[in-house]
């Protein structure tokens, strides 16, 4: 079931965003950029395909080298995005998502691998409560301006999962690896909630 996993999840990726290219794209290509996530796509989903394999190391080291490569890739296409003088809302938003996905995949596979509890699914369900309270709450709405701040939370997520993922890395020091990542962005989602409530 891992290969056709894999293309469900890329297909559904491709599908949400290539129905809003014409809408937040203003550029007659694709782009180089665009590419380069499309790639990083095809690499989450394929952290997705492990969800639900038998727990081996083969599993967990297959699924820390393609987060691995797309974390690698991940300053890539915001880098020739600027530098083909085509950054859009959709390249941005396309590329948000795709960590999402990564962070939630990886989350998903710390808790199931048995390095951590189930709390550090917050790890990949804090950017989609944030979406969904811009839904219920209009001031959430508000576009947030990207930081290095933001960025650099994004990467240390992806590391501290990568890192308790590793077959080397066994329960209970896998724990607090994951909670470190948890608190980090739980600091980040709190501190960019404050801002939102201040401007609304």
Partial sequence: MFPAKVLVVYAAIMAIALSRVRAYH??????????VTTIRAVLAAIVCGCIGEAHSAAIAIGAVA????ATVLDGVDGWLARRTKMASAFGARFDTEVDALLISALSILVWR???A???VLASGLLRYAFVGAGRALPWMRRPLAPTRR??????VQIVVLLVAM?????????APIAAAG?????WSFAVDTLWLWRHR
Avoid: D, E, Q, Y
């Fill in 117 to 119: 509890g189930a709390w």
């Fill in 26 to 35: 203003p550029f007659p290509s694709f782009g180089a950029a665009n590419a």
């Fill in 182 to 186: 948890v608190i980090v962005l739980g």
């Fill in 166 to 174: 590793l077959p080397a890395v066994a329960p209970p020091a896998s």
């Fill in 150 to 155: 933001g960025r650099a939370i994004c990467v």
């Fill in 66 to 69: 393609a987060a691995t490569v």
């Fill in 113 to 115: 691998h048995g390095k």
